[in-house]
């Protein structure tokens, strides 16, 4: 038996085999291919415009796949999220889909765009959205390159931005967020309820969350001295309580703990002056809770 996975092309593609990777499969695809191999023998993978990816897996043309949650909101999908994954192209946080208009447009808010032009890739959910505030506005569907429309071509935008910074270069505002979005961990239905697929889908899961919890922290491993363990315990941030492990000098123990890796500069040297030796920094891929 094998499972059928969805994987993002396009922005998020690089992003997503990346987190695979720090989980233990290796995905190698070339340009001409929408089949990536896997080092999984029980997982055919397939790469989908994210886009797509819900209504295929509602279909049980896959059995799972990643996406946006509002990709699942957009075609109203009726799938399982099985884990929200907080990663995107830039960063590893949500995105926004926002309303936007020109710096220089009287448009302070939704209902000022009664009657105007809006251009969005989310249509469904766009339509949702200014139903829900009795705003009557002609939505059209943007092939791309949404930012540029306004105010020749639409009077205002929906779009996702992670910083907000190609709406700045274009000259845009922000008037409101129309709706929040992370990437989704998603399956069939059908597919869950299968023993065999539900505990491979599991499976994939516990990996994929423990290399998100894995994100922005290393391991560290120290030596001290009994009497100045206090101090060095004062100084280490962790994710519990540090291993302490006895060496074989009666004197002398062994820490190993957890540190977010932006501390890690500020908290070396402090360790080296409270008598720390051996420091010893190292990357993590995964981190199971």
């Known amino acids: 038996m094998k499972l059928r996975l969805g994987l993002p092309k396009g922005s998020l593609e690089n992003a997503t085999f990346e987190l695979f990777r720090k989980a233990g499969f290796n995905i190698t695809t070339s340009s001409r291919s929408y089949f990536p191999a896997i080092d999984d023998p029980e997982i055919d993978c397939m790469l989908i415009r994210a886009q797509e990816m819900a209504r295929y897996v509602e279909d049980g043309v896959l059995d799972a796949g990643l996406t946006g949650r509002d990709w699942v909101e957009e075609n109203e999908a009726t799938v399982v999220t099985i884990t929200d994954l907080i990663y995107a192209k830039q960063s590893f946080g949500r995105v926004r889909w926002v309303l936007a208009a020109p710096e220089a447009s009287p448009f302070k808010c939704v209902e000022d765009l009664e009657g105007k032009i809006i251009?969005?890739?989310?249509?469904?959910?766009?339509?949702?959205?200014?139903?829900?505030?009795?705003?009557?506005?002609?939505?059209?569907?943007?092939?791309?390159?949404?930012e540029v429309k306004p105010p020749e071509l639409a009077d205002a935008i929906v779009e996702v931005t992670e910083t907000g910074s190609s709406l700045r270069a274009n000259?845009?505002?922000i008037i409101e967020t129309v709706l929040e979005s992370n990437t989704q961990f998603i399956a069939n239905i059908k597919s869950f309820e299968d023993e065999w697929k539900r505990r491979k889908l599991e499976d994939v899961k516990m990996l994929l969350e423990g290399a998100m919890n894995a994100q922005g922290k290393v391991g560290m491993m120290l030596n001290v001295k009994k009497a100045d363990l206090s101090i060095v315990l004062g100084i280490l941030p962790a994710l519990k309580n540090p291993t302490i492990s006895q060496l074989s000098d009666e004197g002398w123990v062994?820490?190993?703990?957890?540190?977010?890796?932006?501390?890690?500069r500020q908290i070396i040297p402090r360790l080296k002056e409270a008598g720390a030796q051996?420091?010893?920094?190292?990357?993590?891929?995964?981190?199971?809770?």
């Not at 200014?130 to 943007?142: C, D, Q, T």
């Not at 051996?278 to 809770?289: A, D, F, S, W």
């Open 171 to 173: 000259k845009l505002r």
């Open 254 to 264: 062994a820490v190993n703990t957890i540190l977010e890796e932006s501390t890690v």
């Open 278 to 289: 051996g420091i010893v920094e190292y990357p993590l891929n995964k981190i199971v809770l």
């Open 119 to 146: 251009a969005t890739e989310l249509v469904a959910t766009t339509k949702r959205y200014l139903a829900s505030r009795g705003v009557k506005a002609k939505v059209e569907f943007s092939w791309g390159a949404t």
